[in-house]
């Protein structure tokens, strides 16, 4: 599998909704990281659409054909942040997200 | 609470070689695949070993099979991964991971920073 593409930026305001895309994905097994700078990757979303525990409601994930997505709703200071997919091993260029 | 502390990085010259150390705890670690991702500026994220549970199965990205060893010590809670040969491309901050579950990392150390350099 090659590696994952993802947009090298993303950005928005507080109060509203970012989407974050990753072409490339050839199984249900989707994960999706943050990090902040200097800190490990934590893993935000898996399996696609699941969250781990004490993982906010504000993130979600979805995927069609080969395109999985991210979305943060109601952006807050300290969503900004490196984002990376990750599909069977491979990881995605990494997103990083600006919150104006 | 779960830790994965990493330990053994440094800087080392070409051709050189390190044994890092990932020392697990506040999970059961004897039963869970472990690995090892590392990260560049350049490159990002990238998988470079797992081992199975028991130990009885490794596997590396292409790069760097034949020069890194990753193994475990169940009875110490602790991974490690023995890389020879270095090269400049290694340079990288390894972190240790548990996959819980088919390539997905849920637990993950602070990282140790690996420079290759003359």
């Known amino acids: 599998q090659s590696a994952l593409t993802q947009p090298p930026s993303a950005s928005g305001s507080p109060g509203q909704s970012v989407t974050i895309s990753c072409t490339g994905t050839s199984s249900d097994y989707v994960s999706w990281y943050q990090q902040h700078p200097g800190k490990a990757p934590k893993l935000m979303i898996y399996?696609?659409?699941k969250r781990p525990s004490g993982v906010p409601d504000r993130f979600s994930g979805s995927k069609s054909g080969n395109t999985a997505s991210l979305t943060i709703s109601g952006l807050q200071a300290e969503d900004e942040a490196d984002y990376y997919c990750g599909n069977n091993g491979v990881f995605g260029g990494g997103t990083k997200l600006t919150v104006l | 609470e779960v830790q994965l502390v990493e330990s053994g990085g440094g800087l080392v010259q070409p051709g050189g070689s390190l044994r890092l150390s990932c020392a697990a705890s506040g999970f059961t670690f004897s039963t869970s695949w472990m690995m090892w991702v590392r990260q560049t500026p350049g490159k990002g994220l990238e998988w470079v070993a797992h081992?199975?549970?028991?130990?009885?199965?490794?596997n590396y990205v292409d790069s760097v099979r034949g020069r890194f060893t990753v193994s475990r010590d169940n009875a110490k809670n602790s991974l490690f991964l023995q890389m020879n040969s270095l090269r400049a491309e290694d340079a990288a901050v390894y972190y240790c991971?548990?996959?819980?579950?088919?390539?997905?990392?849920?637990?993950w150390g602070q990282g140790t920073l690996v420079t290759v350099s003359s």
């Open positions: 399996e696609v659409t």
């Open positions: 081992i199975t549970p028991d130990g009885s199965s490794t």
């Open positions: 991971a548990r996959d819980f579950a088919y390539q997905t990392f849920d637990y």
